[in-house]
Nanobody
Framework: QVQLTESGGGLVQAGDSLRLSCAAA????????MGWFRQAPGKEREFVAG????????DYSDSVKGRVTISRDNAKNTVYLQMNNLKPEDTAVYYC???????????????????WGKGTQVTVSS
């Protein structure tokens, strides 16, 4: 069982930036693909960004591409989501997900992840 703890959410204004962090209690963190997902009220959970095991390969949803950067520090067992130019439609609970893998590519599919954090709320006011 991998424990994931998100932090960094909050209430911001449109145009502001936030950096979310997800700390993993897992020694083999470097062997896990990591992803960020979000769920707005009344909507399904959706993919935001993913990163492969080494950090070299990343993937983004079209809705955040160019505004969001996912990164990881394998020495700190932590994955980050830097979000810039936030919009009211970015308001959601943001979840971190982890999946052990032998491949280097990021994973986009929600169903492919076995481990999830409890989420952190991001609210963007207009």
């Amino acid at each position: 069982q991998v424990q994931l703890t998100e932090s960094g959410g909050g209430l911001v204004q449109a145009g502001d930036s936030l950096r979310l962090s997800c700390a993993a209690a897992e020694r083999a963190f470097r062997h896990y693909a990591m992803g960020w997902f979000r769920q707005a009220p009344g909507k399904e959970r959706e993919f935001v960004a993913g990163i492969g095991t080494s950090g070299a390969n990343t993937d983004y949803s079209d809705s955040v591409k160019g505004r969001v950067t996912i990164s990881r520090d394998n020495a700190k067992n932590t994955v980050y989501l830097q979000m810039n130019n936030l919009k009211p439609e970015d308001t959601a609970v943001y979840y971190c997900a982890a999946q052990p893998t032998l491949h280097i590519d990021p994973i986009r599919s929600l169903q492919a992840y076995d481990y999830w954090g409890k989420g952190t709320q991001v609210t963007v006011s207009s």
